[in-house]
């Protein structure tokens, strides 16, 4: 198994960035793709984001293309979410999922979660 959390939101104005990290233990980093997903008040669980386990192919959600990258350093056992030209609508808590699937992006798909970081986007 693999415990994974995140850290690194907060109240950021329009247009701002922030990046969120989502650090794994016990077990090989390496054996799992990792998400992002989102979910605001009211609101079912979103994709945001997710790689394959070398990192080398990622996939979006169509409203954060070209705003929002995910990668990640094995040798850290660390995935990061850098978030730029963030807007109101990005407010959610932001939580990171690993699978052991060599790709996935719905959360049914993911095993084991974090408990959230909140992301505020103020206007």
């Known amino acids: 198994q693999v415990q994974v959390a995140e850290s690194g939101g907060g109240l950021v104005q329009a247009g701002g960035s922030l990046r969120l990290s989502c650090h794994a233990s016990?077990?090989?980093?390496?054996?799992?793709?990792m998400g992002w997903f989102r979910q605001a008040p009211g609101k079912e669980r979103e994709f945001v984001a997710s790689d394959t386990r070398s990192g080398g192919i990622t996939w979006y959600e169509d409203s954060v293309k070209g705003r929002f990258t995910i990668s990640r350093d094995n040798a850290k056992n660390i995935v990061y979410l850098q978030m730029n030209s963030l807007k109101p609508e990005d407010t959610a808590v932001y939580y990171c999922?690993?699978?052991?699937?060599?790709?996935?992006?719905?959360?049914?798909?993911?095993?084991?979660w974090g408990q959230g970081t909140q992301v505020t986007v103020s206007s």
């Open positions: 016990g077990d090989t980093f390496s054996s799992y793709a």
């Open positions: 999922a690993a699978t052991l699937r060599s790709r996935a992006t719905i959360p049914n798909e993911y095993d084991y």
